[in-house]
């Protein structure tokens, strides 16, 4: 009988370009498990540990911090070696108190940056898609997995409903509710989190408008030097509209 299903193995060479792998060493290296980050955008918990971190030398000494609850996941522990980490998430390391946020960043693509301890309860979502449930309240489907219940008082006048895809919320990670809400719009600020301008930041000039779906209009963004330069609209995740509501990397803003 054929195997049903995917494969539960991942060559080195198969692997996104931007893991810190030893590729020509090893052939298998690890495959993330289904979660709320595709293969592409993600890292594996384990070579977070072993490879970014230098927590330990060998998988096995990895495998035996996480399962042992050694780290967080926007503040929820984590004992999969194989979880996806991605995109904004949070991570912990209980003991030394220390916390650092996935953010898109030139060159490694995906990388952790240290944050104030202060600023882990909070994470900023992507809304990448919305719909009406039952009673006539609204839910956010954010870039994460993570859904978010919006309760209007009169559906057909749903006023509490503000959101619009591909804007961004700021999630309280402890309660789970909206903090505050960024649109996708000219004069916000923004991170670019995929194609050749990955990582960049920049205040948005103009989004143009084409024949395409939405997502492929074309964004012109501006830096703090003013340098102005170009992406999709679907790589751009809005992050704060007078300043950033985030901590990022030196020199990005």
């Known amino acids: 009988m054929a195997r049903m299903g995917g494969s539960r193995h991942l060559k080195s060479?198969?692997?996104p370009e931007f893991w810190p792998?030893?590729?020509?060493?090893y052939k298998w290296t690890v495959k993330p498990s289904p979660g709320p980050h595709p293969?592409?955008?993600?890292?594996p918990l384990l070579i977070l540990v072993r490879d970014i971190f230098k927590y330990a030398k060998t998988g096995k000494e990895a495998r035996r911090l996480i399962g042992e609850g050694r780290f967080k996941v926007?503040?929820?522990?984590?004992r999969n070696y194989k979880f996806p980490v991605g995109l904004m998430d949070v991570i912990e390391i209980t003991g030394v108190n220390e916390f650092y946020r996935i953010l898109p960043t030139p060159i490694k693509v995906l990388w952790p940056h240290?944050?104030?301890k202060e600023e882990a309860g909070l994470k900023p979502c992507q809304i990448i898609n919305k719909t009406t449930v039952k009673g006539g309240h609204i839910q956010l489907n954010l870039h994460d997995g993570r859904n978010v219940l919006v309760k209007v008082?009169?559906?057909r006048n749903p006023v509490e409903d503000i959101y619009e895809t591909l804007g961004t919320v700021l999630i309280s990670l402890r309660e789970n509710t909206i903090v505050n809400y960024i649109p996708l719009k000219e004069g916000v600020i923004a991170i670019v989190y995929g194609g050749r301008n990955v990582g960049r930041v920049g205040k948005i000039v103009e989004i143009i408008p084409s024949a395409l779906k939405r997502r492929k209009y074309i964004v012109t963004l501006e830096d703090n030097a003013g340098r102005r330069f170009q992406t999709s609209?679907?790589?751009?995740?809005?992050?704060?509209i007078d300043k950033p509501v985030i901590t990022l990397y030196e020199g990005a803003w």
């Open 233 to 240: 609209l679907e790589y751009v995740f809005p992050i704060g």
């Open 153 to 155: 008082a009169d559906p």
């Open 114 to 116: 240290k944050i104030p």
């Open 21 to 25: 792998i030893l590729r020509k060493e």
């Open 74 to 78: 926007d503040g929820r522990v984590v």
């Open 13 to 15: 060479l198969a692997a």
């Open 39 to 43: 293969l592409e955008r993600c890292l």
